[in-house]
């Protein structure tokens, strides 16, 4: 199980944070969320219902939901289609807790991550989600030299 982006999108669809967990693997954030704005929106006016997860071949995307205040926002990340979903699923819920304790609303602001707290948050996702980042090679080399 890898995991190589986590990210929060605003309501309106705007790349809020964005963690590319194994550079140069994951896309542009912009496109990435309106994807995922998009996506959602689909299945919310179609079928009356919320994107929980998008399976594909070989990757999965979840998605949890996040009521603030003010507005609703979502978190999502990216990872391989592999075992170890239900931890992924795990930890995208203690970041979302997070969220909403460090930011009441987020107010579609672009220049989050580059705050005081926004960088926190940063390095809280990527300390989650670091045992997830490598591939069972990488861990064992990083382990055993």
Known sequence: MVVYEVGVISNAGLPVIHVDLRPGITGDPLMTAGFLTALQQFVNSTFSDETQSFS?????????????????????????????????????????????????????????????????????????????????AERARKLFG
């Open 56 to 136: 594909m071949k070989k990757f999965m995307i979840f998605f949890t939901k996040l009521e603030l205040m003010k507005e609703e926002a979502s978190v999502y990340v990216i990872c391989e289609q592999k075992k170890g979903l239900k931890t992924v699923q795990e930890r995208i819920s203690t970041v979302a807790n997070r969220i909403v304790e460090i930011f009441p609303s987020l107010s579609d602001n672009l220049e989050l991550a580059e705050t005081p707290q926004g960088k926190e948050f940063i390095e809280f996702i990527k300390n989650e989600f670091e045992d997830l980042t490598m591939k069972p």
